[in-house]
């Protein structure tokens, strides 16, 4: 997704929503900029990011403690990955 959203194609077009995944709830589909994030070796995640997205802020830091990982912000989660190259 950020590998996108900073490419040449992903900065020439106007995006009305950037959405992740609810951890909690696959089916459900949350605004970036809102989401809570935590970082843990032990999440699997579909692109290897081993970041999972959370609707509120409650349930991130339950993960967080589970998982022993890092919480993270939106803007925390672009800046790790602002250098990776584009696929």
């Known amino acids: 997704l950020i590998s996108f959203l ?3 194609e992903g900065k020439s077009q106007p995006m009305a929503h950037v959405l992740v995944v609810d951890f909690e709830a696959t ?3 949350i605004p970036a900029e ?3 994030f935590v970082r843990s ?3 699997r995640s579909p692109m290897g990011s081993r970041i999972a ?3 509120s802020q409650a349930a991130r830091d339950k993960m967080s403690q589970t998982l022993s990982g890092e919480k993270l912000t939106w803007p925390q989660v672009q800046q790790l990955f602002a250098n990776r190259p584009s696929h």
Do not use: H
């Open 53 to 55: 997205s959370f609707a």
């Open 27 to 29: 089916e459900r589909l």
């Open 34 to 36: 809102t989401a809570f």
């Open 41 to 43: 070796d032990e999440i």
């Open 6 to 8: 900073n490419s040449d």
